[in-house]
Each structure stands twice: as structure tokens, then as C-alpha cells.
């Protein structure tokens, strides 16, 4: 193996030897860090709970239990640093089942602490410990790790090899010896068992799943611009909490946030050379520790009461939260990227490796996969999910690339460990659990066959919505399907329509607006050479690239989001929101916004002008982003009103006694029920009439549950169409709630309508009908 030793300070014994001094040529401390930190050598203590729990040790002393497993190390330390930064190394000499545990005394929560783990260097059989790493406790309940490095790129002594050695294609497999401590966050002592009189008091909304509306945002985007909120608390856990936040999500109707990640993540090198950081998240690197960056009152464990705050004031809200969560891959990458966990506790054993073992098998384009199979990397999931469901409170996760979990040794397996430990887990299998259902492996695509549990975001929606009001479908059989609770997908094994997560955008892609303003993407932003960001957009400018000035095209846009919102909220299934999109939202085109932590992706929210003006009717904002709230709320409202757009079953499409009504029929616009050759024959106008005259299921008193029926005709055509209303037995009157032509979304238009007539339907444009008699 070729020697580091010319790139180092000094190297270190290659059996894994501790090298004779710390950082900046300090010794490491063996025994005591001060007046405040521990004075005695390290007690046994126990191998559970793993990480770093503080108690109450023999003799009412107390102190903190340290518990590692590292599967083949010969020595672990931790490594406990006080406010200078100047480190006291302890070793854990107890070993029971490749857990290494002691008990430190008088180590109390708010400790900064961190792991060194010994053992071979042979990248080429995949072992990778190295002790000059100062590794990340993967239980740490807190990480500090606030912005305080402003990096161009990540320092050399992060890298467990020689990052910049000569010969680049053997570079990982030389061990770097410099200490890496001054570089890298350390995991902070929490208090987990700490009392909580206001957590006592806290009520879980327990939406059902066929009731639910979900709000995708991103902590800081979300609040960083709001103007009632106040300026220290933007961008914070404490600002989503704040009223001003909060009452707009109750204003708006949405049942449950679903928060882009906020696990510990890092930031990628490729994006630091830029100037850029990692904005979405997905980039973990702590799976039990709040983002620091959230944090408004401080990093030393603070973090995770402000982060339980805020869960308790969105629950009093009734909202619900939902954690976008990355358990495939961590920041860690591929054999090139840093160490600074998993890598240095036991590569081996938490990521999954080929043949070549010097490598990583990579299903999620992110440089590695963690090893789920593995019965430890399983518990650390497992452990993570019901940490963050009962000590900090959440409601669900959505789980990103789920499909690389549920892969056995190579292929997807709808049996395999993660998913059968789920479904039998008292606590977890009562949590909203929602898959992103692929991954970028072969056979990854698993669209509709998550088993029972489980509910998925359905992409099928998105593009058969988006391809129908850009003209682009061949024929209306797919949006049929996806406007009725996708159950050619999902009627299966006692899934309901609630299995289809509905969404037209989602955090990655375009937003609404855009998708009605670019024809393709816009990323240059992203130093990538507009490379990056999928270019399957299936988005439609309304004739100009961009922003416009022209007012026909910014009405046309205008009418275009709202038959996107329209379609999406009185679809069967469970609609997702992203936020912003109900006030027309941009991120002037760029569809892969990952790295911009600034005002593309953060939230505009000066065109709802307190005032209550028009928005549409002010010449800076020709999107019309009041109408488009108001719509918003206005259906959403409708949504909960009515439980036959809230379907628990699917539709059965049969004639119903005692006059041959269907609970699920489609028109032509000429009143006519479809036929077959309908469906095969190229449309642009599509009627669907659910009726609720018999709704499967009972209510909370076991009485049948009946509701009014509802007609909506959607109309992608560029010219108007005329469209007779279906007589008896489906109605006798109608009246007209929804008119995505009209500018004014304030209030229902109100006009009733005989059945039979016939309606002037204006081009481009969706009428909601509700029945009334």
C-alpha cells in the first residue's frame, strides 16, 4: 500500500494505530477536560440504547452511556471536546455483540462528543477505518453543526484517503492521516428523558388517510420571507410554528405538512466549489438529529425542543407532520467522498458493496446505498422512525427512493426485510407511511405494487394531468383512470384510492407556475451547464418562453393553473400541494432546484397583499396569485364538505337500484354516457359525474353515508365547446360552483342550470357542478 506519509503531519501506525498527537500538534487528553468535564476513568456501563444517553448511573451518579456498534474495529474512543475545541479521548473497552459501551461520568447533555474507530485499511477488501477521522455518532439526538465554516470546498483532513494523491485512480485507496476533528460536526449529549409537561398536553390530529391534503414544504423556504414573522425566527423550526405560518395553513385547508428532509445533512463538495449549498436536504448524515441550520435558539441540543415545539403548535392547529425522509444513500458518496460516519464505524457492514469491494453499488445516483439487509443498518432505520414518532412526535414519513429499501440482494422485493419489519411494528404501522416508489437501479420502477400500508406518489397522475391540458394525450383512458383513484394501480390486496398520492408538481421539477410559463428548464443557475434536472417537463409556455408582458398570454396562464388546481383537488385519492404553488409560486424556470438557498426557491409572499387587493389586478404580479389562493381554499373547503370526493372505496362503475344510476359515470359533451370507442378516440373534454347517493362504508355511528353528486367537465381544448348537462336520472338541476374562466375566485358563480341544457364551455376550462336536485 502506498504511504501518505509525505502529505500528513505525521502518519499513523497502519494496524490502526493512534498517531501520537491531536490536531495542530496538541496531545489528546486522557483523562479529564476541566473543572466540568469527567475526572474518572470509564465505567462498563451497557450496550443499549445505542449513541450517547445521559442517566443516572451506579450509586445515583450521573453521567452519559456511550454505545457504538462497529462490526469488526479493533478499538472505538470517543472523544469528548469542550467549548475550545481541545479534545479528551476515551477509549470503550467493552465489548458485547460488536456493540463497544462504557459509562462516563459526570458527562451531562449538552457535551460535544465524536467516535474514532480502529481497525485494517484495505479499501481493497472494503475496510476503511481510520482513526485520525472523528466520526459522527449515527445515534446523535443533536449535532452541532451550525454554518460557522464558510468552505469553497471540503477540507483535505475530512477524507479518510489522500483526496489530492498524484495518481488519481488509486487516490481512495491511500490512507490520509490528518486529524480531521477541527473540520467536522460533533454529536451534542441530549437529555432524551427530560421532563415535558407542555409534550403531555399535545394531541395528534389522527387525520384519516382518505381525508388527508398534504402541503409540501421546506422549512426555511417557507418562512424566510414571510413578513409576519419575525425576522430572528425566519427560516427556523420556531418560524413554521409561528401563527403567521401556521394560520395560513389553516386559512388554506391543508390536513398535514410534509417537510422536505431535516435530518442532519451535508453539503457536497461539487457544490461548495460553486458557491452553492445543498438546499433541499438530501443529503443525510445524522438520521436522529434535527438540521442545526433550523435551529433560531442555538445548537447544543436546543434544537430538538424547538423542533418538538413546533410539532405541538401545527398538531393544536390540527395539521399533522410528515417527514421526508433519506434512508437509501447518506452524504457520505462514493469511494470518493468524505468520511465522516457509517465509512469510518464500518463500511463493510452499512453500505452495500460489489464484488469489487473497493466500490459502492449506487441505486440512488447519490454514490452509494446503505446495506438494509444488514439486521444492524435495519435497527438503525427502524430505531430512527420510531424515535422521530414518539420522542419528537411526528405524524408519517414519505420515504425517498423507497424502492432502493425494499431491494433484496439486487432486485426490488415487495417481501424483503424493511418492509416486512415495518408492517409488523406496533408503532410504526400506525404512521402515515407514503413511498417515493423507484429508484434509479434496474427495475426500480415500482409504481402501484408497495403492499397494503403503504401509499405512493403516483407520477402517473402528474403526467397524464399535465399531458391532457397540454393537448398531449392520444386519448382520455389514462386520465380516466387517474381522476377516479388510479385503481388499474391500487385495487388490489385491500388497497384503497387513498393509496394514490395526487400531485401535478411536487419540490423537483417545475413549479405550477412554471410549468405554465417554460417549455423547458432553465438551470444555469446550478453551475452544471443546464445538464442537470430531468428534461421530460411535459409542460406547455402558453406560446412565450418565460415571463411575459403580454396580457393575453399571462390570462391564458392565469386559467391554466387554475384547471391544473382544479383537476388535482376534486381528483379521488389524496391531493399534495407544494407551497407556493396556490399563489403562483416561480423559480423562473429551473427545475432541479437543490442548491438554491436563496429567493429562487424561497417563498415570494408579497403578492398577497394584505390589503386585500386583487392580486391579478396589480401590474407586478400578472399571475394573479390572490384568485389563485382564493380558488384554492375555496376547494379545498369543498373537499372537506363532501365525502364522495373523499372516497374509502373504489368506484364500482355499476348501474345502482332503483333506477340504474352509477356511482361513477362518464359523459361526452353530449350528455351522453361514454362507450368504448369513446375512450380509444382522441378527446380533449371529458365528463365525470360522482354520485352520492350511496357511499361505501359508515359513518361514526355505523349510518350510511350519503352525500350530494357532483358533475365536472374539463375542457383542454383552444376553442370553446358546448357540453349538455346529463338529465334524469343523474339530476334535474345543476349549479355551478367552480368556472376556472372567470378571473374572480372568491365566490361560486351560483348559476343553476336545468338538466339538459346546454352550456357554453369556454376554451381551456373546468366547470365543477354540484347536483342539487
Given at each position: 500500500m502506498a504511504s501518505a506519509a509525505e502529505h500528513t503531519p505525521r502518519a499513523a501506525d497502519r494496524t490502526g494505530a493512534l498517531p501520537p498527537y491531536g490536531a495542530n500538534g496538541r496531545r489528546p487528553g486522557r483523562a479529564a477536560l476541566g473543572p466540568d468535564g469527567p475526572r474518572t476513568a470509564v465505567w462498563p456501563g451497557a450496550p443499549t440504547p445505542l449513541?450517547?444517553?445521559?442517566?443516572?448511573?451506579?450509586?445515583?451518579?450521573?453521567?452519559?452511556?456511550?454505545?457504538?456498534?462497529?462490526?469488526?474495529?479493533?478499538?472505538?474512543?470517543?472523544?469528548?471536546?469542550?467549548?475550545?475545541?481541545?479534545?479528551?479521548?476515551?477509549?470503550?473497552?467493552?465489548?458485547?455483540?460488536?456493540?463497544?459501551?462504557?459509562?462516563?461520568?459526570?458527562?451531562?447533555?449538552?457535551?460535544?462528543?465524536?467516535?474514532?474507530?480502529?481497525?485494517?485499511?484495505?479499501?481493497?477488501?472494503?475496510?476503511?477505518?481510520?482513526?485520525?477521522?472523528?466520526?459522527?455518532?449515527?445515534?446523535?439526538?443533536?449535532?452541532?453543526?451550525?454554518?460557522?465554516?464558510?468552505?469553497?470546498?471540503?477540507?483535505?483532513?475530512?477524507?479518510?484517503?489522500?483526496?489530492?494523491?498524484?495518481?488519481?485512480?488509486?487516490?481512495?485507496?491511500?490512507?490520509?492521516?490528518?486529524?480531521?476533528?477541527?473540520?467536522?460536526?460533533?454529536?451534542?449529549?441530549?437529555?432524551?428523558?427530560?421532563?415535558?409537561?407542555?409534550?403531555?398536553?399535545?394531541?395528534?390530529?389522527?387525520?384519516?388517510?382518505?381525508?388527508?391534503?398534504?402541503?409540501?414544504?421546506?422549512?426555511?423556504?417557507?418562512?424566510?420571507?414571510?413578513?409576519?414573522?419575525?425576522?430572528?425566527?425566519?427560516?427556523?423550526?420556531?418560524?413554521?410554528?409561528?401563527?403567521?405560518?401556521?394560520?395560513?395553513?389553516?386559512?388554506?385547508?391543508?390536513?398535514?405538512?410534509?417537510?422536505?428532509?431535516?435530518?442532519?445533512?451535508?453539503?457536497?463538495?461539487?457544490?461548495?466549489?460553486?458557491?452553492?449549498?445543498?438546499?433541499?436536504?438530501?443529503?443525510?448524515?445524522?438520521?436522529?438529529?434535527?438540521?442545526?441550520?433550523?435551529?433560531?435558539?442555538?445548537?447544543?441540543?436546543?434544537?430538538?425542543?424547538?423542533?418538538?415545539?413546533?410539532?405541538?403548535?401545527?398538531?393544536?392547529?390540527?395539521?399533522?407532520?410528515?417527514?421526508?425522509?433519506?434512508?437509501n444513500h447518506t452524504a457520505e458518496a462514493g469511494e470518493l467522498g468524505p468520511t465522516l460516519s457509517l465509512r469510518g464505524i464500518d463500511n463493510r457492514g452499512y453500505y452495500r458493496l460489489p464484488s469489487d469491494a473497493r466500490r459502492y453499488l449506487d441505486y440512488t445516483g447519490c454514490g452509494n446505498t446503505l446495506h438494509v439487509l444488514q439486521p444492524q443498518v435495519l435497527r438503525l432505520i427502524t430505531d430512527s422512525l420510531r424515535y422521530w414518532v414518539t420522542e419528537m412526535g411526528v405524524d408519517g414519513f414519505r420515504f425517498d427512493l423507497a424502492a432502493a429499501l425494499a431491494r433484496s440482494m439486487h432486485d426490488v422485493d415487495m417481501l424483503s426485510p424493511f418492509l416486512a419489519v415495518i408492517a409488523q411494528d406496533p408503532v410504526l404501522r400506525?404512521?402515515?407511511?407514503?413511498?417515493?416508489?423507484?429508484?434509479?437501479?434496474?427495475?426500480?420502477?415500482?409504481?402501484?405494487?408497495?403492499?397494503?400500508?403503504?401509499?405512493?406518489?403516483?407520477?402517473?397522475?402528474?403526467?397524464?394531468?399535465r399531458d391532457f391540458w397540454r393537448g398531449a394525450l392520444p386519448d382520455v383512458r389514462d386520465l380516466g383512470y387517474r381522476l377516479s383513484g388510479s385503481s388499474d394501480l391500487y385495487a388490489w390486496g385491500g388497497r384503497r384510492p387513498y393509496a394514490s398520492v395526487n400531485f401535478v408538481t411536487a419540490h423537483d421539477g417545475f413549479t405550477l407556475r412554471d410549468l405554465v410559463s417554460y417549455g423547458r428548464k432553465h438551470n444555469e443557475a446550478n453551475?452544471?451547464?443546464?445538464?442537470?434536472?430531468?428534461?421530460?417537463?411535459?409542460?406547455?409556455?402558453?406560446?412565450?418562453?418565460?415571463?411575459?408582458?403580454?396580457?393575453?398570454?399571462?390570462?391564458?396562464?392565469?386559467?391554466?393553473?387554475?384547471?391544473?388546481?382544479?383537476?388535482?383537488?376534486?381528483?379521488?385519492?389524496?391531493?399534495?400541494?407544494?407551497?407556493?404553488?396556490?399563489?403562483?409560486?416561480?423559480?423562473?424556470?429551473?427545475?432541479?432546484?437543490?442548491?438554491?438557498?436563496?429567493?429562487?426557491?424561497?417563498?415570494?409572499?408579497?403578492?398577497?397583499?394584505?390589503?386585500?387587493?386583487?392580486?391579478?389586478?396589480?401590474?407586478?404580479?400578472?399571475?394573479?396569485?390572490?384568485?389563485?389562493?382564493?380558488?384554492?381554499?375555496?376547494?379545498?373547503?369543498?373537499?372537506?364538505?363532501?365525502?364522495?370526493?373523499?372516497?374509502?372505496?373504489?368506484?364500482?362503475?355499476?348501474?345502482?337500484?332503483?333506477?340504474?344510476l352509477r356511482d361513477l359515470a362518464w359523459f361526452t359533451p353530449h350528455g351522453e354516457e361514454m362507450t368504448e370507442e369513446d375512450w380509444y378516440a382522441p378527446a380533449s373534454t371529458l365528463g365525470l359525474f360522482l354520485s352520492g347517493r350511496d357511499i361505501p362504508g359508515r359513518d361514526a355511528h355505523g349510518e350510511k353515508i350519503t352525500d350530494d353528486s357532483f358533475l365536472t367537465v374539463l375542457h383542454a381544448a383552444d376553442a370553446p365547446v358546448d357540453v349538455t348537462l346529463p338529465g334524469p336520472p343523474w339530476a334535474r338541476t345543476y349549479e355551478l360552483l367552480v368556472d376556472t374562466a372567470r378571473e374572480d375566485q372568491t365566490r361560486a358563480p351560483g348559476t343553476l342550470y336545468e338538466a339538459g341544457t346546454t352550456v357554453a364551455v369556454p376554451a381551456r376550462c373546468v366547470l365543477v357542478f354540484q347536483v342539487r336536485e
Amino acid at each position: 500500500m502506498a504511504s501518505a506519509a509525505e502529505h500528513t503531519p505525521r502518519a499513523a501506525d497502519r494496524t490502526g494505530a493512534l498517531p501520537p498527537y491531536g490536531a495542530n500538534g496538541r496531545r489528546p487528553g486522557r483523562a479529564a477536560l476541566g473543572p466540568d468535564g469527567p475526572r474518572t476513568a470509564v465505567w462498563p456501563g451497557a450496550p443499549t440504547p445505542l449513541g450517547a444517553r445521559f442517566r443516572i448511573g451506579p450509586d445515583g451518579i450521573a453521567g452519559t452511556n456511550f454505545a457504538l456498534w462497529a462490526g469488526g474495529a479493533e478499538a472505538v474512543e470517543v472523544c469528548l471536546f469542550d467549548d475550545s475545541g481541545a479534545e479528551t479521548r476515551l477509549p470503550l473497552t467493552e465489548l458485547t455483540h460488536e456493540i463497544w459501551h462504557g459509562f462516563v461520568p459526570e458527562v451531562r447533555p449538552g457535551q460535544r462528543y465524536g467516535f474514532r474507530v480502529h481497525g485494517r485499511w484495505d479499501p481493497w477488501t472494503g475496510a476503511r477505518w481510520n482513526p485520525a477521522k472523528l466520526l459522527l455518532d449515527p445515534y446523535a439526538r443533536a449535532v452541532d453543526a451550525a454554518e460557522g465554516h464558510d468552505y469553497r470546498r471540503l477540507p483535505p483532513e475530512v477524507y479518510g484517503h489522500v483526496r489530492d494523491w498524484p495518481q488519481r485512480n488509486v487516490a481512495d485507496t491511500v490512507r490520509d492521516d490528518r486529524d480531521s476533528a477541527p473540520f467536522v460536526p460533533k454529536a451534542v449529549v441530549v437529555h432524551d428523558d427530560a421532563p415535558d409537561d407542555e409534550w403531555a398536553e399535545d394531541r395528534r390530529p389522527k387525520t384519516p388517510w382518505a381525508d388527508s391534503v398534504i402541503y409540501e414544504l421546506h422549512v426555511r423556504g417557507f418562512t424566510k420571507l414571510h413578513p409576519g414573522i419575525p425576522e430572528e425566527l425566519r427560516g427556523t423550526y420556531a418560524g413554521l410554528a409561528h401563527p403567521a405560518a401556521i394560520g395560513h395553513l389553516r386559512r388554506l385547508g391543508v390536513t398535514a405538512v410534509e417537510l422536505l428532509p431535516v435530518h442532519q445533512f451535508a453539503h457536497e463538495e461539487h457544490l461548495l466549489r460553486r458557491g452553492l449549498h445543498n438546499y433541499w436536504g438530501y443529503n443525510s448524515i445524522g438520521y436522529f438529529a434535527p438540521h442545526a441550520a433550523y435551529a433560531s435558539d442555538g445548537t447544543r441540543g436546543e434544537q430538538v425542543g424547538e423542533f418538538k415545539r413546533m410539532v405541538r403548535a401545527l398538531h393544536a392547529a390540527g395539521i399533522e407532520v410528515i417527514l421526508d425522509v433519506v434512508y437509501n444513500h447518506t452524504a457520505e458518496a462514493g469511494e470518493l467522498g468524505p468520511t465522516l460516519s457509517l465509512r469510518g464505524i464500518d463500511n463493510r457492514g452499512y453500505y452495500r458493496l460489489p464484488s469489487d469491494a473497493r466500490r459502492y453499488l449506487d441505486y440512488t445516483g447519490c454514490g452509494n446505498t446503505l446495506h438494509v439487509l444488514q439486521p444492524q443498518v435495519l435497527r438503525l432505520i427502524t430505531d430512527s422512525l420510531r424515535y422521530w414518532v414518539t420522542e419528537m412526535g411526528v405524524d408519517g414519513f414519505r420515504f425517498d427512493l423507497a424502492a432502493a429499501l425494499a431491494r433484496s440482494m439486487h432486485d426490488v422485493d415487495m417481501l424483503s426485510p424493511f418492509l416486512a419489519v415495518i408492517a409488523q411494528d406496533p408503532v410504526l404501522r400506525r404512521v402515515k407511511l407514503i413511498a417515493e416508489p423507484w429508484d434509479v437501479g434496474n427495475g426500480g420502477y415500482q409504481v402501484g405494487a408497495f403492499p397494503p400500508l403503504w401509499t405512493e406518489w403516483n407520477d402517473r397522475y402528474r403526467d397524464a394531468v399535465r399531458d391532457f391540458w397540454r393537448g398531449a394525450l392520444p386519448d382520455v383512458r389514462d386520465l380516466g383512470y387517474r381522476l377516479s383513484g388510479s385503481s388499474d394501480l391500487y385495487a388490489w390486496g385491500g388497497r384503497r384510492p387513498y393509496a394514490s398520492v395526487n400531485f401535478v408538481t411536487a419540490h423537483d421539477g417545475f413549479t405550477l407556475r412554471d410549468l405554465v410559463s417554460y417549455g423547458r428548464k432553465h438551470n444555469e443557475a446550478n453551475g452544471e451547464g443546464n445538464r442537470d434536472g430531468t428534461d421530460d417537463n411535459r409542460a406547455w409556455n402558453c406560446g412565450v418562453e418565460g415571463e411575459s408582458d403580454d396580457p393575453a398570454v399571462n390570462a391564458l396562464r392565469r386559467r391554466q393553473l387554475r384547471n391544473l388546481l382544479t383537476t388535482l383537488l376534486v381528483s379521488t385519492g389524496v391531493p399534495m400541494l407544494v407551497a407556493g404553488d396556490e399563489m403562483g409560486r416561480t423559480q423562473r424556470g429551473n427545475n432541479n432546484a437543490y442548491c438554491q438557498d436563496n429567493e429562487v426557491s424561497w417563498l415570494d409572499w408579497s403578492p398577497l397583499d394584505p390589503s386585500g387587493a386583487r392580486a391579478d389586478e396589480r401590474p407586478d404580479d400578472p399571475y394573479g396569485a390572490r384568485g389563485l389562493y382564493e380558488l384554492t381554499s375555496r376547494l379545498l373547503a369543498l373537499r372537506h364538505a363532501h365525502p364522495v370526493l373523499r372516497r374509502r372505496a373504489f368506484f364500482s362503475g355499476l348501474p345502482q337500484a332503483p333506477d340504474g344510476l352509477r356511482d361513477l359515470a362518464w359523459f361526452t359533451p353530449h350528455g351522453e354516457e361514454m362507450t368504448e370507442e369513446d375512450w380509444y378516440a382522441p378527446a380533449s373534454t371529458l365528463g365525470l359525474f360522482l354520485s352520492g347517493r350511496d357511499i361505501p362504508g359508515r359513518d361514526a355511528h355505523g349510518e350510511k353515508i350519503t352525500d350530494d353528486s357532483f358533475l365536472t367537465v374539463l375542457h383542454a381544448a383552444d376553442a370553446p365547446v358546448d357540453v349538455t348537462l346529463p338529465g334524469p336520472p343523474w339530476a334535474r338541476t345543476y349549479e355551478l360552483l367552480v368556472d376556472t374562466a372567470r378571473e374572480d375566485q372568491t365566490r361560486a358563480p351560483g348559476t343553476l342550470y336545468e338538466a339538459g341544457t346546454t352550456v357554453a364551455v369556454p376554451a381551456r376550462c373546468v366547470l365543477v357542478f354540484q347536483v342539487r336536485e
